[in-house]
């Protein structure tokens, strides 16, 4: 694994919230390729649960400065870097205002979804690939894990098809038990149209449901890894379904090795 670069566009990431299936090995895989001399970067969301003063953010001044259309309105984008104690590992942070300063991650007190998460993980997706370019650091593989990070196949392959810089990178989707109950907006897939995406790409996203989102991202992805003992029968079959290379879930302990070499499939 030496010298290759691989992304990892996460929705979590430990140490900066709670450890759960997401934020875990959101950690552990950048840990193992940087571990043997991979280059990586990971890419998450700056909610306004990470504590900026004790996780030492602080804001790249020359990445910040754009703005994002996300359903025909302009949201500045500003970009937030840390590293990881001990691991020198960087922590790109996605923030707009409007989007992250909330104290809570996905839900309200109440345990009701955002009604604009749908916008988020828009702005995420675009945040993400925007900062990338301005980087100029091409990824060998773009490593996807969890729901918010979940639309970056379907826009990495159309809504930024004609971008050489990604002609050869390809999209690995982790697919977990944990997601979320109920939908997103009912118009999600309309403000995922107004980005002019065919279609016939994005019927999920009229009922935006965990599943329907996930294999929107499955049926835009270039591999697949089955992360959670327990995903879903619906998920699990249409992963087997979908012609693509996946990686049955394997337990903690083995997964260095295995992970490698899936990796490998697509350098």
């Not at 929107?216 to 693509?244: H, P």
Request: proline share 5%; charged share 25%; net charge negative.
């Amino acid at each position: 694994m030496k010298d290759k670069r691989i992304l990892y566009v996460s929705s979590e990431v430990v140490p900066y919230l709670a450890e759960n299936e997401v934020s875990l090995m959101s950690y552990d895989a950048p840990k193992m390729i940087n571990d043997q001399g991979g280059q990586i970067r990971i890419f998450m969301p700056r909610y306004g649960s990470i504590n900026e003063r004790r996780h030492q953010l602080h804001e790249v001044i020359r990445l910040s400065g754009m703005n994002l259309v996300v359903n025909d309105m302009d949201m500045p984008l500003i970009i937030k870097v840390a590293s990881i104690p001990k691991e020198r590992i960087q922590v790109y942070f996605i923030d707009n205002d409007e989007y992250f300063k909330r104290k809570s991650t996905f839900t309200d007190e109440e345990g009701n979804l955002f009604p604009d998460n749908d916008e988020r993980a828009i702005f995420f997706t675009k945040g993400v690939i925007e900062t990338v370019k301005k980087l100029n650091w091409v990824p060998d593989v773009i490593h996807v894990q969890g729901w918010m990070a979940s639309l970056l196949p379907i826009y990495l392959k159309e809504y930024y098809k004609d971008e050489a810089i990604f002609g050869d990178t390809k999209v690995v989707t982790s697919i977990f038990e944990e997601g979320f109950a109920g939908t997103l907006s009912p118009n999600m897939k309309e403000k995922v149209a107004f980005d002019e995406l065919p279609e016939e790409l994005i019927t999920e996203f009229a009922v935006p449901t965990y599943e329907n989102i996930m294999m929107n991202a499955i049926r835009n992805s270039d591999g697949v890894i089955i992360a959670s003992e327990n995903v879903s029968s619906n998920l699990t079959k249409f992963i087997e379904s979908s012609e693509k290379p996946f990686l049955p879930f394997v337990p903690k302990e083995d997964f260095a090795k295995l992970y490698t070499e899936f990796y490998q499939k697509f350098f």
